[in-house]
Structures are given as structure tokens and as C-alpha cells.
């Protein structure tokens, strides 16, 4: 059965991406789109909104168009940056110093990045504790606070003359929190605001400036950020679509490629042992504990919602699962990943995996802030509103009905996400049945 379309508004005009965090993620990611548009040979690689092609109808039909020609998406030609940092130096400035594209690439795009400079943040060294900020917003309430942020982003829609805007966080990880009695609605949540709730960090008064306005928000680091009650309950108010936590990048992307294809031939796994060398700031901000348990969490979830161990005991029960990260300045944004997979096969017979991913970790992460920001424009425009779980493919810690367990396996996220696109456009989904080619 062919569903409905959707009715989705035209991508008119310019969409500002709002960006709380200007690093190394940030910086790698305004730079490249900054040398896509002006540079032929810079290439979108690895971005499923400017590479990607979605199958539609049977395969006899040999329809396969660009994703980007399949729905409509804003053009590149038309995002426009604006963000919040603790530090008051241009993106060029932080590019270069972050060191993750090369000083030659860098000097093309320096007029366009040293345009571009931080707003003031919201910031306490509560949250993250490796940090010290010098250009921080000061107010007495943190309901004055999220004002200010309104007011920032009010001045660059209309500086920019902005049609629509989305945010996507890509400041530090901030201490763990857990959801707490200031979280659980709406009205506690702004009751805390004006009390200075120690519970409500910088990210989540980020996240309520762009709710209250309507602006989706897309939470690349594994703070709780719009994982809580009051910010799903602001979401469903104003009609906004959310989605996080934590890109999926580096080991974990790894993880979640190589784990569904063991389970796939019921390979059995009796541990993995995983670890990172990291020189960069986020490791630097990750080599103090309570920002470490936050990403820890999240490192640590995938495995049991890819292998099921409840569904499959003999092969998944027990395993052992252990990540560390260690900050090693020499190793700067180029990150290392190690892996040590102990799997069991026919009659309990032991066999070992080992990969060393040599990997840039804002090479990888740059992708997935285009296409985030894309996809929750383009879900605003659809009306779609509140948890995107079809975008669990670019997360860590994919949020999730509360209904319902978070889906890590990469090739369910991915046909998860495609079919998503083809509901919207009103085209039969693919099941990969395929028994009409035998008939
Ligand atoms: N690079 C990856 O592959 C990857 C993968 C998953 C998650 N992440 C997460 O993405 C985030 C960014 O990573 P990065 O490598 O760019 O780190 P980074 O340290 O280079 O950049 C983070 C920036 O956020 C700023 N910042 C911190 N708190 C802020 C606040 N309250 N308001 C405004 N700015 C604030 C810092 O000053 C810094 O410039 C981190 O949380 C990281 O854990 C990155």
C-alpha cells in the first residue's frame, strides 16, 4: 500500500545553524561547507544527505536518485553560522589550532572562518571542570540567562534575514547528571531556572532557548541536555523536533558495524576490551572524571542493545564489556581506537579480533552535524515533532521512546532512517522480501 504524502513546506530562504561550542567539531564542520560551496574537488564525504541515494519501488524499476534530489533539503548555498564559545578567538583562529585540517586548507577559507566569532556563553565551571571561560554571559538567574541566548539568536535571524534556524550542540560533555525532581516537568524545570537549580547545567538552558522559539535541537555530546521530561514536554508544546545524544563516530561506529555481523552468524562474544588515545580538548575535558562517566555511559550501552544478551544467553550473557579513554596530547585530533575482541564460535572454540582504527575524530563527526541539521529542518518543515528516533544513525545513545529500547545496530538505524524518507514522500517502504522477482 502506497501511503500519503506528507506535506512538507519548501526549504525557502536562509537557515541559520546555531552552534553552542565552536572547536574542533564546529570549526571542521563550518570549514568544510565553507570549501564544498567554493571548491570543487572538497568533497561532502561521508554526509548521507549530499552522497546518499535511497532505493524506491522494486529493484526492476532501477530508481535510485540522490537523497537530496528526494527530499527537500536546504542547499548548502543557504546555511549561515552563528554560536557561543567560552573563548573569544574566530573559527579561524580555533581551526587552526584545534589542527585538524591542514594550515594549506585552512589559508583559503581564513577570510570566510575569521568572520565568524563567538557570542558570549553560557557557562560554569561547575559542568565542566577542565574549562576555564573568559567570555561568559553573567546573570543573575539562569532564567535571565536562556534571555540572553533569545536575544542572540533573535539579532542573527535578523542580521542574517534568516528564514529558519536549527541548533545542534557541540560544546563539551559536561558532568554526569542524572535526571532529578527539576527535570521531571516543565514547570519545575522553569521554577529551577529562576532558582539557580544546580541540576539544570549550561547545555540544558541552551536547549530551552531554542525549544522555547521553536528551533529543533540536535545534541552531539552525551549530556542530558533534551534527554529529560521537561524538554520533551517544551518540544511537544512547541511543536519541535529533538534528537541526541552523542555522535556516533570513531570506536563506536566501529562497534556498531562489527557487532551486528557477529550476532548476524550467532557468534558468540566472551568480551571486548576497548580503549582510546585522544589528544585533543574534548580528551583533555575527558580526563577528568565526572565529564569521563558521562561519555563512559554512553561508550558502554551499545553493545547490550545490538547483542540482546536476554534473547541469546549461551552466546551474550556475561560478556565482558570494558572502555577507557586517555587523554595523550601527542595524539592531538587524530584519535586512536583499540580493540580487543575475544569471540567464541562452533562447539565454544576461542578466536580473537583486533583492530586498530587510526581515525580523525572530527574528520568523522563534521558529516553528521551537516546531515543532523538538515534532517531536523527538514522534520520541522514536515511537521514531524518531538524524539526523531530515525535519526538514531548518527548517535551513541540514540533517545528514544521511553516504550520502546534504543536501536544501535547501524544497518536497522540506516534502513530505519530511509524509510522514514520514503514515508514522508508517500513511497512503499522496503521490506527486501523480494519474492515478486521469483514469481
Ligand atoms: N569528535 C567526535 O568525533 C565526537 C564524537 C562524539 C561526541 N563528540 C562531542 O562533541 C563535542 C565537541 O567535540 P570537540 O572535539 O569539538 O571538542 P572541543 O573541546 O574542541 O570543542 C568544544 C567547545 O565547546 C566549548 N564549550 C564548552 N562549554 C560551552 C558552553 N557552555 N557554551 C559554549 N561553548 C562551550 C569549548 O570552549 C570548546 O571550544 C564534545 O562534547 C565531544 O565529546 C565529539
New binding site residues.
Given amino acids: 500500500m502506497v501511503k500519503r504524502k506528507t506535506r512538507i513546506t519548501r526549504p525557502k530562504g536562509k537557515l541559520g545553524i546555531l552552534i553552542?561550542?565552536?572547536?574542533?567539531?564546529?570549526t571542521t564542520f563550518i570549514a568544510g561547507i565553507e570549501a564544498i560551496r567554493t571548491q570543487k574537488k572538497a568533497l561532502p564525504i561521508g554526509s548521507l544527505t549530499q552522497m546518499g541515494t535511497i532505493r524506491l519501488g522494486k529493484r526492476t524499476e532501477k530508481r535510485m536518485p540522490l537523497i537530496k534530489d528526494f527530499v527537500p533539503l536546504a542547499s548548502l548555498d543557504d546555511l549561515v553560522f552563528g554560536g557561543?564559545?567560552?573563548?573569544n578567538e574566530s573559527c579561524y583562529e580555533?581551526a587552526r589550532k584545534?589542527g585538524v585540517l591542514e594550515p594549506e586548507d585552512l589559508k583559503r577559507l581564513r577570510p570566510r572562518l575569521e568572520k565568524i566569532y563567538p557570542w558570549k556563553?553560557?557557562?560554569s565551571e561547575e559542568y565542566?571542570k577542565r574549562?576555564k571561560g573568559n567570555h561568559v554571559k553573567k546573570a543573575k538567574t539562569k532564567r535571565q540567562l536562556a534571555l540572553e541566548l533569545i536575544k542572540d539568536i533573535k539579532e542573527f535571524k535578523k542580521k542574517n534575514k534568516l528564514n529558519r534556524l536549527v541548533m545542534i550542540w557541540?560544546?563539551?560533555?559536561e558532568v554526569f547528571l542524572k535526571p532529578s525532581e527539576v527535570h521531571s516537568t516543565l514547570t519545575n524545570f522553569e521554577k529551577g531556572l529562576e532558582k539557580n537549580d544546580p541540576n539544570i547545567s549550561?547545555?540544558m538552558i541552551y536547549a530551552y532557548a531554542a525549544l522555547s522559539m521553536g528551533i529543533p535541537f540536535a545534541n552531539?555530546?552525551p549530556n542530558l541536555s533534551v534527554d529529560i521530561p521537561a524538554m520533551l514536554e517544551l518540544a511537544k508544546k512547541n511543536k519541535v523536533p529533538i534528537c541526541g545524544k552523542?555522535?556516533k563516530?570513531?570506536q563506536t561506529l566501529m562497534k556498531t558495524i562489527i557487532a551486528p555481523g557477529l550476532k548476524s552468524r550467532l557468534i558468540g562474544l566472551k568480551g571486548w576490551f576497548s580503549t582510546n588515545l585522544l589528544g585533543?580538548?574534548?580528551g583533555e575535558?575527558l580526563d577528568e572524571p565526572s565529564s569521563l562517566k558521562t561519555?563512559e555511559e554512553s561508550k558502554l550501552s551499545v553493545l547490550d542493545g545490538i547483542l540482546q544478551p536476554n534473547l541469546y544467553p549461551d552466546l551474550y550473557r556475561n560478556y565482558h564489556h570494558k572502555v577507557t579513554i586517555n587523554y595523550y596530547p601527542p595524539a592531538g585530533d587524530k584519535k586512536e581506537g583499540w580493540d580487543n575482541i575475544d569471540i567464541v564460535g562452533w562447539l565454544g572454540y576461542p578466536m580473537q579480533i583486533k583492530i586498530d582504527f587510526l581515525c580523525r575524530?572530527?574528520i568523522?563527526?563534521a558529516p553528521l552535524c551537516l546531515d543532523l541539521v538538515l534532517f531536523l529542518d527538514l522534520a520541522k518543515r514536515a511537521g514531524m515533532h518531538g524524539i526523531q528516533e530515525w535519526l538514531s544513525f548518527y548517535f551513541?545513545s540514540p533517545q528514544c521512546s521511553p516504550s520502546v529500547y534504543p536501536e544501535h545496530d547501524i544497518f536497522i538505524q540506516l534502513m530505519k532512517l530511509k524509510n522514514t524518507l520514503r514515508h514522508l514522500k508517500g513511497e512503499k517502504l522496503i521490506t527486501h522480501l523480494g519474492l515478486e522477482y521469483y514469481d
Fill in positions: 553552542p561550542g565552536l572547536g574542533a567539531v564546529a557561543w564559545d567560552i573563548q580555533t584545534s556563553a553560557v557557562f565542566v574549562l557541540c560544546g563539551s560533555t549550561s547545555s552531539g555530546a552523542d555522535f563516530t570513531g585533543n580538548r574534548d575535558v561519555k575524530d572530527s568523522l563527526a551513541k
